[in-house]
Structures are given as structure tokens and as C-alpha cells.
């Protein structure tokens, strides 16, 4: 059985996958969960490459974005998780728009382990 050869564009592609489905999570909220699959199975594939830094900022907004959610829906009995709900989907939509520019223009995510943008 021969090695498995590294395709960038294969892995670009997943990566760009994976951000999209974060977008159209707003529309289907299951989706994020296939996009943090999809960025878990190929951050192995990517490791050296400026894709890695993609990988573990989807990863990473994923957790991130889900420790927000709680936060807001449990404060939302006391109305100011509201607000906080409403800066996930804002924080989410940023960020997935500043990963695709960046993925585009095959560059890294800078301080890709931030807690923000």
C-alpha cells in the first residue's frame, strides 16, 4: 500500500467546507457539529502547512462558541444572555468570514488561539 501524498487543495477545500457549514449553521444548527468533525479529521493532514493554523481556528471557534452559547442561555433567565447570544452569532459570523479571507488568499490565521477575533 503506497503513503498517502499531502493534497493541499483537497484539504483547502474541507477547510472552506468546514467554514461554510459554520455560516449555515445559523439556518441548520447541526451543521457546526459536521464543520468540528470535518476540522478534527483533517488538522492531521495540514500539520506543516498554513492550513494547520485554519484547522485549529475552526476547532477552536467551535469550543469557544459553544462555551458562549451556555453562558448566554443560562443567562438569559436573567435577560443579559440575550446579549451575549446575539455577540456569539455576530463573533461566529466574523470569524468564519475572516477564516475564508484568509483561506483564499493562502495566508494564516494570526493568533489563530485567540479568544475574540
Same mark, same amino acid.
Given at each position: 500500500? !503506497?503513503?498517502?501524498?499531502?493534497?493541499?487543495? #483537497? %484539504?483547502?477545500?474541507?477547510?472552506?467546507?468546514? &467554514?461554510?457549514?459554520?455560516? $449555515?449553521?445559523?439556518?441548520? *444548527?447541526?451543521?457546526?457539529?459536521?464543520?468540528?468533525? =470535518?476540522? &478534527?479529521?483533517?488538522?492531521?493532514?495540514? /500539520?506543516?502547512?498554513?492550513? !494547520?493554523?485554519?484547522?485549529?481556528?475552526?476547532? /477552536? %471557534?467551535?469550543? =469557544? *462558541?459553544?462555551? &458562549?452559547?451556555? =453562558?448566554?442561555?443560562?443567562?438569559?433567565?436573567?435577560?443579559?444572555? &440575550?446579549?451575549?447570544?446575539?455577540? %456569539?452569532? =455576530?463573533? $461566529? +459570523?466574523? /470569524?468564519?468570514?475572516?477564516? $475564508? /479571507?484568509?483561506?483564499?488568499? #493562502? !495566508?494564516?490565521? +494570526? #493568533? !489563530?488561539? %485567540?479568544?475574540?477575533?
Amino acid at each position: 500500500m !503506497e503513503p498517502m501524498i499531502y493534497n493541499v487543495d #483537497n %484539504t483547502k477545500k474541507w477547510a472552506m467546507i468546514t &467554514y461554510w457549514l459554520y455560516i $449555515l449553521s445559523f439556518i441548520v *444548527g447541526f451543521l457546526s457539529i459536521v464543520g468540528i468533525v =470535518i476540522a &478534527y479529521i483533517f488538522r492531521d493532514d495540514a /500539520r506543516g502547512s498554513f492550513l !494547520e493554523s485554519h484547522f485549529t481556528y475552526q476547532i /477552536r %471557534t467551535f469550543w =469557544i *462558541g459553544l462555551l &458562549y452559547s451556555a =453562558i448566554g442561555v443560562i443567562l438569559s433567565l436573567i435577560f443579559v444572555g &440575550y446579549f451575549i447570544l446575539l455577540f %456569539t452569532l =455576530i463573533w $461566529l +459570523l466574523v /470569524r468564519s468570514i475572516k477564516g $475564508l /479571507r484568509s483561506l483564499s488568499r #493562502n !495566508e494564516v490565521i +494570526l #493568533n !489563530e488561539k %485567540t479568544w475574540l477575533f
